[in-house]
């Protein structure tokens, strides 16, 4: 069989094809010489796979859409809360080339707006050969998982035009925001915008934020989960510009675009979106993109106030072995987020104290969120004070050794059948 994903991915491309709204971005002259006509989408799976069609192999600048990623690095290397000593987290319902800062704390109000863009990129590591924006490359590069480069007519071309972003940059460098020469820093962030990526580049960088930060073709951490988290919620409120109340209420996911028409979106836990079409609307957003994206949310149910229920039950099965001292295990499946958690431990509440084996078998849990491990063992613990031997089972290894520590007697990395034939051979009883 073959999926259909590609065909309904075709049918959105054709639905919106016929519209010709929009303009280009031509107070960049080589983004004025783009062609008009191109557009592409890709989708990429938090397992790795990605499906795209149309112009998915045309390169085209990343432009604002970098943005999310050089905040992602900044966090990265300096933390959360040194990043915002430096740049805010508010939406600024202006345009993304405003000459503004916050009224009361002189900073950029977020780093989607192109103040809180430079001086972001400000914040990215630099050695005496490898600039910002190459560092950036080099990044961008790993998420994508191909080698991307620079497009230097495109580079050449804003640095021509830059005067607005200059301004910008010397308004920072003012209130003391920026510490080096705004020229440099400018010129630097021009840089970073003018990397060239395809939609499936785009669709594969994406795919890590959705992934909470793990890049699923090589299992590598990229980023934390929390920086992961800190920057696909300032895409939620900011990344859309002016638009972006409208981008909420009618796609719903985090987002970012870019003036060379693309634009990025991220389902938590599920796809990162690319699309790409080089005619953008009073806002700055490719037009056609954004009439793709709205398709997309709407036909997949991807908007994120829809909600995802919760599974019925945790525990997929509950059996027991014995009598007197009895083996009672658990087998659990899914997701252990705070709902899944409350829901095994009220069920597991219905045990009457006793000497028995409890064993919570781990084996089928895909994800365990923090919140569930604290749960999970705080009912570890209320059992064993109820007389019960408890024993988790972690064979697939979902637990990190620092969620173990200290539990190692209790965390077994066995298999359930052999965990049972080896407790069963020491008391057949």
Known sequence: MKT??????????????????????????????????????????????????????????????????????????????????KVGVEPSGEAFNQISLDAKHKLPKNPMINSGAITTHSLIPVKKKVS???????????????????????????????????????????VG????????????????????????????????????????????????????????????????????????????????SGVAGGIIGVLPGQVGLAVFSPKLDEHGNSARGIEIMEQLSQDMGLHLMEGT?????????????GKRNAIVVYELRGVLQFTESEMLLRILQDEPASKNTIILDLTNISLIHNVGVKMLFEGVNRL???????????????????QCKGRKRIVVKQDLQEYLKKVLKKDPK
């Open 132 to 174: 910002r924006a190459e560092h950036l490359r080099r990044f961008l590069s790993e998420l994508a998982g191909r080698e991307l480069s620079f497009d230097e007519q495109v580079y050449q071309s804003e640095l021509d035009t830059a005067f607005r972003n200059l301004s910008i940059g010397y308004m920072l460098r003012t």
């Open 309 to 321: 229920p919760s599974a019925q039950t945790i525990v997929q099965n509950r059996y027991q072995i």
């Open 4 to 85: 259909p994903v590609p065909d309904y991915l075709n049918h959105v491309l054709s639905q919106c094809n016929s519209n010709d709204q929009g303009q280009l971005a031509d107070y960049i002259p080589e983004l004025a010489s783009a062609d008009p006509n191109k557009l592409a989408i890709a989708l990429a799976t938090i397992d790795g796979t990605i499906y795209s069609i149309g112009d998915d192999d045309t390169e085209f600048t990343i432009q604002s859409m970098s943005k999310p990623f050089a905040y992602a690095l900044a966090l990265k290397h300096h933390g959360i809360s040194a990043v915002l000593a």
């Open 384 to 402: 064993k004070e109820d007389g019960h031997n408890v024993v988790v089972l972690d064979a697939e290894g979902i637990l990190t050794e620092e």
């Open 177 to 256: 925001v920026l510490e080096e020469d705004p020229i440099d820093i400018v010129h630097g962030y021009i840089h970073q915008c003018a990397i060239k990526v395809t939609v499936k580049d785009l669709a594969n960088m994406a795919s890590v934020l959705a992934n909470g930060g793990l890049q699923a073709k090589t299992g590598k951490r990229i980023l934390e989960r929390d920086v992961a988290r800190q920057v696909l919620s300032v895409m939620m409120t900011c990344g859309m510009y002016d638009a972006a109340g409208d981008w909420l209420t009618s796609v719903g996911i985090p987002a970012k």
